[in-house]
């Protein structure tokens, strides 16, 4: 559920785990970017050449 939901059968918006991007060390500024771009898609724009650019400034794994 998001924050503010009451009921988890009729949620205010769609979550989605980016866990796996703070392990290649993205953070707020590329989460941001990250959200842009997929809003892009969603309204229907190519954007897998963006999308190849900013994975490609993350490519090492990061334990933490």
């Known amino acids: 559920m998001l ?3 009451k009921d988890a ?3 205010s918006g769609l979550r989605i785990g980016v866990q796996e991007m703070t392990r290649y ?3 707020e500024d590329e989460m941001g970017e ?3 771009l997929m ?3 969603l309204l229907g724009k190519f954007v897998k050449k963006e999308i190849i ?3 490609s400034r993350y ?3 990061h334990y933490t």
């Open 3 to 5: 924050p503010g939901d």
């Open 9 to 11: 059968k009729n949620p």
């Open 25 to 27: 060390g993205m953070k």
């Open 34 to 36: 990250l959200a842009t």
């Open 39 to 41: 809003k892009s898609a």
């Open 53 to 55: 650019e900013l994975r």
């Open 59 to 61: 490519t090492k794994v």
